[in-house]
């Protein structure tokens, strides 16, 4: 059985820090493009980094420069690091790996940006 487990998300003020971890089990993450996306209420859920197989990297606009994806073979993880956060990064933060026509999702980590 496929589960992907994220953590790291909370409540931090603008400007702070968070690291989100996502764990792959039932997989090997290596062989995925894994990817993080999120989704804040009433809004779609959207893309906001994703790494290859290659290890190519990709971001949304929004986070560039601020954000960083990347990946622990050994342990079968995908972090995002997330710096310089905004109110407006507010989201339910969701881990993903897709191959050929295998996708998964985790069950979100919630980041709240806030002073």
């Known amino acids: 059985q496929v589960q992907l487990v994220e953590s790291g998300g909370g409540l931090v003020q603008p400007g702070g820090s968070l690291r989100l971890s996502c764990v792959a089990s039932?997989?090997?993450?290596?062989?995925?493009?894994m990817g993080w996306y999120r989704q804040a209420p009433g809004k779609q859920r959207e893309l906001v980094a994703i790494i290859t197989i290659s290890s190519t990297t990709n971001y949304a606009d929004s986070v560039k420069g601020r954000f960083s994806i990347s990946r622990d073979i050994a342990k079968n993880t995908v972090y995002l690091q997330m710096n310089s956060l905004k109110p407006e990064d507010t989201a339910v933060y969701y881990c993903n790996a897709a191959r050929r026509a295998e996708i998964y999702w985790g069950q979100g980590t919630q980041v709240t940006v806030s002073s």
């Open positions: 039932g997989i090997i993450s290596s062989i995925y493009t």
